[in-house]
Antibody, heavy 120, light 108 residues
Framework: QVQVRESGPGLVRPTGTLSLTCVVSGGSISGTNWWGWLRQSPGKGLEWIGEIYHSGAVNYNPSLKSRLRISVDNAQNQFHLNLTSVTAADTAVYYC?????????????WGLGTLVTVSS | EIVLTQSPATLSLSPGDRATLSCRASQNIDSDLGWYQQKPGQAPRLLIHDASNRASGIPARFSGSGSGTDFTLSISSLEPEDFAVYYCQQRHNWPPWTFGQGTKVEMK
């Protein structure tokens, strides 16, 4: 059974860079599935950040695209989120997910989530 | 961007009651709608995909229906563990994929 788990700093300074890693276990990241990041804040609910395929192909939310980079490390079976120039509005619980191809690309596996607070 | 509007915001029911949750899309999304359940302190869990297909391991009391712009999630007989927040999500037009604002099913 595939599991995903987020890790990274819980506190980021304003104007800094938010960096998170998602480790995939129980299966290979190099299959037919995509992998994604979402976030949830009290003010905005669930927000789609972006998705990546093991080839490196990415889809980004246009509202974040200028600050966002999602990358994949097939050897380590993990993928990464980098969000630059953060503000308090980026404070949220960040989730990594598996986007399961054989049911039409829905989020069937979620990490526990990691709270990232942007504050000085 | 497709906007999903969920109603009601809160549903107050008792165990054993039937729950009916609505999700309306701002434009046609065919059957490209999913439903997720989220309990406090937990990540969302996929319940329904493609409007009416139960995800793996989801009990039969959960069912989804609808197409186009109007969708419904029904819980035939509420169990104590079903009291949670439910979100709909569309995967028809992107970017971005979007979610509804959620419906909280609370115990009366």
């Amino acid at each position: 059974q595939v599991q995903v788990r987020e890790s990274g700093p819980g506190l980021v300074r304003p104007t800094g860079t938010l960096s998170l890693t998602c480790v995939v276990s129980g299966g290979s990241i190099s299959g037919t599935n995509w992998w994604g990041w979402l976030r949830q804040s009290p003010g905005k609910g669930l927000e789609w950040i972006g998705e990546i395929y093991h080839s490196g192909a990415v889809n980004y939310n246009p509202s974040l695209k200028s600050r966002l980079r999602i990358s994949v490390d097939n050897a380590q079976n993990q993928f990464h989120l980098n969000l630059t120039s953060v503000t308090a509005a980026d404070t949220a619980v960040y989730y990594c997910v598996r986007v399961l191809q054989n049911i039409g690309y829905w989020y069937d596996a979620w990490g526990l989530g990691t709270l990232v607070t942007v504050s000085s | 961007e497709i906007v999903l509007t969920q109603s009601p915001a809160t549903l107050s029911l008792s165990p054993g009651d039937r729950a009916t949750l609505s999700c309306r899309a701002s434009q046609n999304i065919d059957s490209d709608l999913g439903w997720y359940q989220q309990k406090p302190g937990q990540a969302p869990r996929l319940l329904i995909h493609d409007a009416s297909n139960r995800a793996s391991g989801i009990p039969a009391r959960f069912s989804g229906s609808g197409s186009g712009t109007d969708f419904t999630l029904s819980i035939s007989s509420l169990e104590p563990e079903d009291f949670a927040v439910y979100y709909c999500q569309q995967r028809h037009n992107w970017p971005p994929w979007t979610f509804g604002q959620g419906t909280k099913v609370e115990m009366k």
